[in-house]
């Protein structure tokens, strides 16, 4: 008998390989992704991580010696994940069978991180980073806040992105006290939806100061009997991915301090692990070893020095003077921001190397002097101090004992969550709406929260028009994949569903879980809604990632956005094909206006079967007050005989410098338009018509109030047109409605509009509004408010000629009922 052998081709994928390839990045994400849904999870192993592998340091280390020499946990195995393996304490601990160490990022380190049971970090995981749910992820942070943290730091957007995410999938999140975990829940956005429990528990490094060989540790720092121990902690300057290098006038003020010295004083420097690479020599002799511990080193110390550093909350158990070293207060203060009043700190604050040594030499009566401050900063932040912080978690991790009031749970279960994405977040209407739905709806009931794409500084004055209830999220890190998942998301992102794309069955929906998981962790939601509706990559998160109600906004007749041509091309045709393909996957389809949805049933019939229960009219919401605020809010100022709005004014000493709007004239009759300088829009085909209007009259102005990619363009019509000296263009302006207010008429001459938002806000300011007779305006611009006008040259010039003749005065808009109309509807279809 002879026996054939049958070899089974293993499947290659190709693209992939070459997508992995592409850099650093993609090759972590996909070595994360394989051992995530491969690699099984040993029960008895933790893995630690210090400051993203900076070392065996801070709380990580201090729980890990606690278990290590507790004989009840010999059975556990330990992974130290670290940057340098030849450091001095990975050789100390190294040969030990039960403890091994993975280089930091390395494909090893994946694999134990997602094959151990309990992951305990003093900091971040990586972006790629996803607890599996049968991981417990301990987060012990790393300092009592007294500079601002999260979205309080005063700098670039979403700084805190990272330690965001990693919140939402910690399962315990360790504290000192209460204000500590309440400032970093409320500073990260996740107050109030944290899936984890706060343990109010005490930090395990804080069991240091208790149980260190005290006398043991002088030795080795050579610190004689009769010398007072003097610490140095100066907090990290810069922000991430930019810590400024600060060795330099550290080591200036340093050297001054050394200097002027008490002779019974020695010096111990000890600089914050991210300042660590910039260390001379000179700082290096002053330096407590790396691997003395600086909770260790506070056990010794006598006096500290800090400034900003949270040190001194750890430092207060030992009821010593406690000096604050504020050379740069003022400059600190503006460029990142405090929390803490340092006129009420537990000791005195010195803005100069003389002031500190001569505290220093009063060291007495600073601590009688300080002594009930010192006593209420205890009551309040060093309530859990007592040594016995390793042994409250080991207990909490090991064997489900705690006291319920110090380990709690802290969201709010009673809300349905929404969670949203809206687009680029750039000045359009997508965006106002959000912002408008932020400040009415119903915080009792719902809680909102947006994700974000893109958040450069330019965005920033629209995240903060959001109602601060509004829960903003980051977003950091990419999709990662599996070798068979990657063509077919390609092609589902490109082509979307069908036979040029990715069929139904192929569709990679795993894909879209994970990424749920990856940037929400154990955060769950409702509803899912994308309201933009423009981008594939969120249509298909949206669709698949499994929220249990998908919803969709439709803001425009979708297939007229699909044919618009620009510059003669379709730019919007590929993309919108492929969303339409996945609009059956959605629970629900909102038009903006009762016209829009019309429109969309008929355009999209062929497209998509979506029956008639799944389409809803949802108006968008306004935010009358603020309007009516902002139009009689606005800085005026007169120069030359002429009156100016200025947003972008300095005023020093002797000089006054703005850039401003000259303010329309009363006896000049004045048009308006405010949108966006696109096609859509339709300025172009408004100026000509403004030149018929400025050929019958010589008073008229007319004021174009925004930006965009056709601003030159513009700008070449209104000259071929002479019209300079009656056409305004002002640029975006963050506060239209004061220009408005100052308005005689409204025009909207958009080709197309989802609802015509600007029309709206223009009727609650009481303005007459002419527009095209388009859809949006269509489904509520009545003559009383204004008329609509043929999509034309001579439509819009004929009715801006009439209002020249005859200053027609609308009626007075009902806001408050057209408000109420729009909510109710809102919350209609999220109900359904």
Not at 230 to 237: E, G, N, S
Not at 443 to 457: C, F, G, N, V
Not at 652 to 677: H, Q, S, W, Y
Request: proline content about 3%; aromatic content about 14%.
């Amino acid at each position: 008998m002879f026996w054939k052998k049958i070899l089974k081709k293993e499947q290659t994928y190709p693209e992939f390989e070459s997508f992995m390839r592409t850099n650093n990045e993609t090759q972590t994400r996909s070595w994360f992704v394989k051992y995530y849904e491969n690699e099984r999870v040993v029960e008895n192993r933790i893995f630690y991580e210090s400051f993203q592998g900076a070392g065996m340091t801070d709380s990580p280390y201090a729980f890990f010696l606690y278990v290590l020499k507790d004989k009840r946990y010999s059975e556990f195995q330990h992974i130290w994940a670290v940057k340098d393996l030849e450091h001095p304490l990975v050789k100390k601990y190294e040969k030990e069978q039960n403890i091994k160490f993975v280089e930091y990022n390395s494909e090893e380190y994946i694999k134990a991180l997602c094959g151990s049971k309990y992951l305990i970090s003093n900091n971040t995981f990586l972006e790629y980073f996803i607890k599996k749910d049968d991981q417990v992820y301990v987060n012990t942070w790393h300092g009592t806040p007294i500079k601002t943290l999260g979205k309080d730091i005063k700098g670039s957007l979403g700084q805190h992105r990272n330690l965001q995410r990693n919140l939402l999938h910690c399962d315990y999140f360790i504290n000192p006290n209460k204000y500590t975990a309440d400032i970093l829940l409320k500073s990260c956005d996740v107050d109030g939806a944290f899936p984890g429990k706060v343990a109010d528990i005490g930090y395990p490094r804080e069991d240091w100061i208790f149980n260190t060989e005290k006398e043991q540790l002088k030795d080795r720092l050579g610190i004689e009997k009769d010398k007072r121990a003097v610490l140095y902690a100066p907090t990290w300057r810069g922000e991430l991915g930019n810590v400024s290098n600060m060795s330099m006038d550290v080591l200036k003020r340093v050297g001054e301090l050394k200097a002027g010295l008490p002779d019974d004083c020695v010096l111990l420097l000890k600089l914050h692990h991210m300042m660590n690479r910039y260390l001379t020599e000179d700082l290096k002799k002053l330096s407590i070893p790396e691997d003395v511990e600086i909770n260790q080193a506070l056990s010794i110390t006598d006096v500290l020095i800090t400034d900003y550093s949270s040190v001194f909350f750890d430092y207060m158990v030992t009821g010593k003077p406690i000096l604050f070293y504020a050379y740069d207060l003022e400059t600190y203060e503006n460029d990142r921001g405090l929390y803490v009043d340092m006129n009420k700190l537990p000791g005195p604050v010195c803005r100069s190397t003389k002031e500190l040594i001569d505290a220093l030499a009063d060291c007495e009566s600073i601590k009688e002097k300080y002594n009930d401050t010192y006593n209420a900063y205890l009551k309040e932040y060093s309530y859990n101090d007592d040594g016995r912080a390793c042994e409250r978690l080991a207990d909490l991790l090991f064997h489900d004992k705690y006291d319920k009031e110090k380990v709690y749970s802290e969201m709010d279960q009673s809300k349905a969550r929404i969670l949203s994405y809206a687009g680029a977040f750039i000045n359009n209407g997508i965006t106002n709406s959000i912002i408008n739905l932020s400040r009415n709806i119903d915080y009792s009931k719902y809680d909102i929260y947006l994700i974000l794409d893109k958040y450069d500084d330019a965005k920033r004055h629209n995240i903060e028009r959001l109602d601060p209830r509004v829960k903003v999220f980051y977003k950091i890190g990419n999709y990662g994949f599996l070798p068979e998942e990657y063509m077919p998301y390609l092609r589902l992102i490109s082509d979307g569903i069908g036979k040029q794309g990715c069929k139904p069955e192929e569709i990679p929906v795993k894909v879209f879980e994970r990424e749920k998981k990856r940037l929400f962790g154990n955060l769950n939601f409702q509803h899912g809604i994308d309201y933009s509706g423009y981008t594939m990559s969120w249509v298909c998160f949206f669709a698949y990632a499994g929220f249990p109600d998908k919803i969709i906004y439709q803001h425009n007749d979708m297939k007229q956005e699909m044919n618009r041509v620009v510059n003669g091309r379709k730019p919007l045709e590929q993309r919108l094909k492929t969303i339409f393909t996945a609009y059956d996957c959605f629970d629900k389809l909102v038009s903006v206006s009762e016209s829009v949805e019309a429109a969309n049933k008929i355009s999209l019939a062929e497209t998509t079967k979506t029956g008639q229960d799944k389409t809803f009219i949802v108006e968008n919401t306004l935010d009358p007050a603020n309007i009516k605020n902002m139009a009689e809010t606005g800085f005026e100022y007169t120069y030359s005989g002429k009156n100016y709005f200025s947003e972008n004014y300095n005023i020093t000493k002797n000089r006054f410098e703005f850039e401003g709007v000259e303010m329309p004239k009363p006896e000049d009759i004045n048009f308006v338009c405010i949108a966006r300088l696109s096609w859509e829009k339709g300025q172009k085909k408004l100026i000509q018509a403004f030149e018929k209007v400025n050929s019958r009259f010589s008073n008229v102005k007319l004021y174009l109030i925004g930006d965009g990619p056709l601003r030159i363009d513009i700008q070449n019509e209104i000259r071929r047109l002479n019209l300079e000296d009656n056409v305004v263009m002002t640029g975006h302006v963050a506060n239209p409605f004061y220009l408005l207010n100052h308005m005689d008429c409204f025009v909207l001459s958009s080709n197309h509009e989802g609802q015509g938002l600007a029309v709206l806000e223009a009727m609650v300011v009481g303005k007459y509004c002419i527009s095209t007779d388009i859809d949006g305006p269509r489904s509520f611009l009545k003559p009383q408010y204004g008329e609509l006008v043929e999509n034309s040259v001579d439509g819009l010039a004929n009715a801006m000629i009439s209002f020249a003749e005859h200053k027609k005065v609308p009626e007075v808009f009902d806001y408050d009922n057209y408000n109420y109309q729009a909510l109710t509807a809102f919350y209609k279809m999220i109900e359904a």
